[in-house]
């Protein structure tokens, strides 16, 4: 296991930490769901899962879905999110992504929301998803763009919590043409992209999960009408490989 995924995987096994921003899983699961509207799957990977909220309403779309996560705690709590008589359709890896060995031209969507900020090598993770995806199949990722505004400030105020908590954590600065770039020398073609903030700035504590959900998507609206998108660091991109 490589530092950085020792370091995220540690992050991880404290589940309130992802759990606590139920608002922005919320967002992306109904992302996810605009999307992939009235579709139908023969593999679906979601990594990282979390706790399995966010594609677990394709489950009945699908005729297999396999949940991948570093964290141990995280995947049990998908496990417990499955319900008992769809269990045999799902497929449960604990393991870094990259350590797990998986054919080309695997599955038909892969959903990867969260993750390009905490890998060694955002092209090989880029690579890989375009890889295991079949011809025709999709690919949704989430990315903060690091070129964009919003994201200067992001970094800055993440800057001064880490200097007060002495944590030397860092995320990774990928820009949205990197992404798109990456992809499409991987034959692989952007179709449509959602984009928001998830970042309250040090104010999240002030609203909550309810009224953060309704401050978003009444600035940022929806997959259908993305309102004021320019403002928006936060990108969540489906892709279609050729």
Known sequence: MTDKSTLVKALF?????YLTYDYNLQIRKETL??????????AVLDMPCG???????????????TLIDISSNMLEI????????EK???IFINDDFFNVD?????????ICLGLLAHVNSPQQLLEKLS???VSGGYIIIQNTDSSHFYSHLIRFYLGMKNIISKSSYKLNKVKGAFVEDVFK????????????NQSFLGLSNLFSNQKKYKLTRGFFGDVENNKHANWGSDATYLFRKK
């Open 51 to 65: 706790n399995g909220s966010i594609s677990l309403p394709l489950i009945n779309r699908t005729k297999q879905l």
């Open 102 to 110: 998986i054919q080309e031209n695997t599955y038909d969507l892969v």
């Open 33 to 42: 769901e605009s999307f992939t509207k009235q579709m139908q799957f023969n």
């Open 88 to 90: 045999e359709k799902v």
């Open 131 to 133: 890889h295991i995806t």
């Open 78 to 85: 998908a496990r417990k999110n499955i319900p008992t008589h």
């Open 185 to 196: 020398k991987n034959d692989v073609e952007l179709q449509r992209t959602f984009r928001y």
């Open 13 to 17: 096994e404290d589940t309130a930490l």
